[in-house]
C-alpha cells in the first residue's frame, strides 16, 4: 500500500469554490482500490471547522466529539496552529482528513481566497505559503504515527510545498512530490519582498527554484520541484506547452517534456448518480429515460419557466471570462427565436451578471437565472435541463460536461481541453456509429456558439437520435476507474519499493 498526502485549497463536502475540490474529494475513494491510501489535507476554515468541531445541539450542553489534534506548530507563519484529524466523509471508515487549524490565517468570514466583497485576501501568500510548508511537513513525516511515501500537491496554493520538500536540510526526510495543474489561469504571483518571510534557502531563490519574473512564483517553484507535473486532461496537456495556454510557463511545461501526463478526471459516482440521487425530483436511468421529463416539468416550475416541449438548455458555471460567458449573453436573442428555454446557475463577475440580467428581462418566462451558489439546485439542472452548454475559452478538465453526460443532459461545448476529449461530437460519421454524446465547437465567438446551438436544436426535434445521443452519453466512461488507476501507477513509479517509509 502507498501513503500519499493530497495538499490542496478545497475539498468537496467541506469547502467548494469549483471542480479542483470535486476531484479532491472524490480522489481518495476512487483510489483505494488500486493500492494507494490518500489522506487529504486542506486549511480549516470556519466552514470546516464546524464541521470537525461541532457546537453544542441547541438545548444540549455536551458538544459532539471533535476531532483529535495530531501535531501542533508553535509559530506558523505568525501564529500557533495544530493539525486535526478527522475523514472525509465523517464515517469512521472514511479516507483520513487532515485539517490545518491556524486562526490567525484561516478563521475568517468570506471565501477561501477572498473576502466578502470579493477581493483576494491581501495575505493569501502567506496562508498558502503555510499550508505549503505544513503539508511538506506533514509529508515528511512530522506526525507520529503517520508517514507518506509521496506528496501530491494541487494547484498553487499547494505549489511551495515541493519545494520546501526540494531544500529541505540535508538529513530531512524528502518524499517524491507529483504537482497537477487545474487551471495555469492562477499562479500565485507575488513581489520578491516575501522571499525572505518564506523560510527559504537562499538557493532556492533561483530561476529553477521560486524564482519567476523576478518575483516568488508559487506554482512556478511547484513545477520545478515536483518530480512529475500532470493536468486534468490530456489535450490540456498539450495546450499548456503553446504560449495561448500556457500562460508565461509553457517553456517550463516543454522543458519537462514527457514528465508532463494529462490524466482526464472521473465523477465521483456516489454523489452523481441520477438512479440514486435525493436531490431530484424522479430518479431514472439510461434504460428508464421515460422517467426524466418530470425532472424537465420540476426545473420548469423552479425557474418560472413557460412549459413546452422545446429544448431546455442550462448553464452552471463561474460566470468569468474563462468561461465564455460574455459570448453566452450575446446569444441569449438566437436561443430564444429558435424556440430554446435557459435556466442558469452561476455567480462571479458583476459586469456579466448585470448583462445576463438584461437578457433575461428582454426575455421573461424563456431565460431564467439564479445568481449564486447551490449544490442541490447543480443536480436538478443537470437531471431536468436537455443540454447544457460550456462555451469556454480554455477548461483543462471540466467536470459539468462529465455529470450532463451521467444525467442525460447533453453537453454543447467548445472544443478545448478536458470538453475536446470527454465529449464526442455529433458529426454524421458518430450518429451513423451510434457513439455521439454531445456537440463540440471550434472558436468561442457569437457565429460558432450561434451554430452550435442551432445544431443542437435540430438534433434534439429528430427525438430517435436524440435519444441515442443521450444513452450513448448516459453510457460512456464518465468514471475515475481508468484515472485512478493510471495515477496509482505514476506514484508506483516514483516509490522505489512500494513499501512503507518509516515516519
Ligand atoms: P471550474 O472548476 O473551472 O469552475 P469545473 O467544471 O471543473 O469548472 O467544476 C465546477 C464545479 O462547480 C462543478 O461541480 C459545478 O457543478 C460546480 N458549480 C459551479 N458553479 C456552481 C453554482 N453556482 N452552484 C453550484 N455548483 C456550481
Ligand atoms: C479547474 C479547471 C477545471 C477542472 C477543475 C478540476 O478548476 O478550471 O477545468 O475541471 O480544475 O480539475
Redesign the pocket.
Known sequence: MIRVLSLASEAAGLV?T???A?VVGALPRAIAGHGVDMAVMIPAYPQVLSKLCPPPAKGKRKAPASAPVVHEWANLFGGPARLLKATLDGTTEGPTLLALDAPHLFARDGGPYTDGSGKDWADNWRRFAALSRAGADVAGGVVEGMGFDLLHAHDWQAGLAPAYLKFAPPGGHRVPAVMTI??MAFQGHYDAGIFSHLGLPMEAWAVNGVEYHGGVGFLKAGLEAAHCITTVSPTYALEIRTSQFGMGLEGLIQSRGNEVRGIV?GIDAEEWNPATDPAIAARFSARALGKRIANKRALEREFMLEKDDGPLFIV???LTW?KGMDVLTEVLDHLVGLGGRLAL???GDAALVGELHKGAARHPGRVSLRI????A??HRMQAGGDAILIPSRF?P????QL?GLAYGCVPVVARTGGLADTVVDANLAAIHAAAATGVQFAGVDYQNLALAITRTVSLYHQADVWAQIRRAGMRSDFSWNQSAATYAALYRSYVTDGSPTPA
Open positions: 467548494k469549483g471542480g479542483l470535486d487545474h487551471n478526471n452552471v458555471s463561474r474563462q446557475l452561476g455567480s449564486g451558489y447551490d449544490e439546485l447543480s477548461e478538465c471540466g467536470l459539468t455529470y
